[in-house]
């Protein structure tokens, strides 16, 4: 496609529970990226891939955070065990490279743990 | 890691007024500076960008200039409109890092 489609747009957990996002990046984009944008707007790097491969995943929480972006299917970030402050909106964004190309955004998917 | 500092946190204008966004950084070798857009509830858009190469790059209203030797780089709206009222994000990345935003500034747009 030629815009990022993410899904669902809003997910509601209880704490404990998973939550699982997932994202289409634009068609012809080797790169994926998800970023975390809490309360105050920071946006923090979660996960990197170059096709179905992780390029750079230092920002991930690894106990309960994982991400795939399998060929044919869209990309996915999974949390295991939702916590209370992993609730955020979750942007995933897709570029043709990784060094200085455009990233373009999704629209995002706000996750509420209650 | 690389830091981005952004300022003003929040700025008003009068509609058909400039309004400018500046932002500075630590790592001489960051080489991609972009410029994000985000409304409420949406997704950032990719409004303009420079790579450091380029001193200044122009698109209509707005415009980006790049000082490397000073680290900065600054984002200027022209003859501003209530709908360039939005929530604006520099942004940069150096090699093979992710890309690192700016807090954000809050532009308002008095019509």
Redesign the interface.
Known sequence: GEE?A?TPKHLVRGEGQKAKLYCAPIKGHSYV?W?QQVL????K?LI?FQNENVF?ET?MPKERFSAKCLPNSPCSLEIQATKLEDSAVY?CASSQS???????????TRLTVL | GENVEQHPSTLSVQEGDSAVIKCTYSDSASNYFPWYKQELGKGPQLIIDIRSNVGEKKDQRIAVTLNKTAKHFSLHITETQPEDSAVYFCALNSGNTPLVFGKGTRLSVIA
């Open positions: 990022v993410q990226f970023y105050k707007n920071e946006f790097f990197s750079d920002g942007f990784f060094r200085g190309d455009e990233q373009f955004f999704g629209p995002g």
